[in-house]
């Protein structure tokens, strides 16, 4: 993620909203279904999407890897 100028208001989007964010996306979640939950809207993560190209990457990898099988082999 860009470091930003220090004036203003804070992001909401910090490391942790990121991680959680792709995490949900991962899981077969909507973006509509993952704003509900979180302290963005739905707007905010566009914004991202169209300005942060790292945060971009990061949700649409997230999404691809929706359809991939993943499998635990520890389990008995």
């Known amino acids: 993620m860009a470091i930003k100028n220090s004036v203003g ?9 990121l991680v959680k964010s792709a995490d949900a996306l ?3 979640y909507t973006v509509t279904m993952l ?3 979180r302290k963005y809207q739905e707007d905010t993560y566009y914004c991202h ?8 990457a990061k949700m649409n990898y997230a999404v691809e ?10 389990t008995i």
């Not at 208001?9 to 909203?17: E, G, N």
């Not at 999407?49 to 971009?56: P, Q, T, V």
Request: aromatic letters at 10%.
């Open 9 to 17: 208001r804070p992001t909401k989007m910090d490391i942790r909203t």
């Open 26 to 28: 991962r899981n077969n």
């Open 65 to 74: 890897c929706r359809n991939k099988v993943s499998f635990n082999f520890r």
């Open 49 to 56: 999407m169209n300005d942060d190209m790292g945060f971009a």
């Open 35 to 37: 704003v509900s939950g």
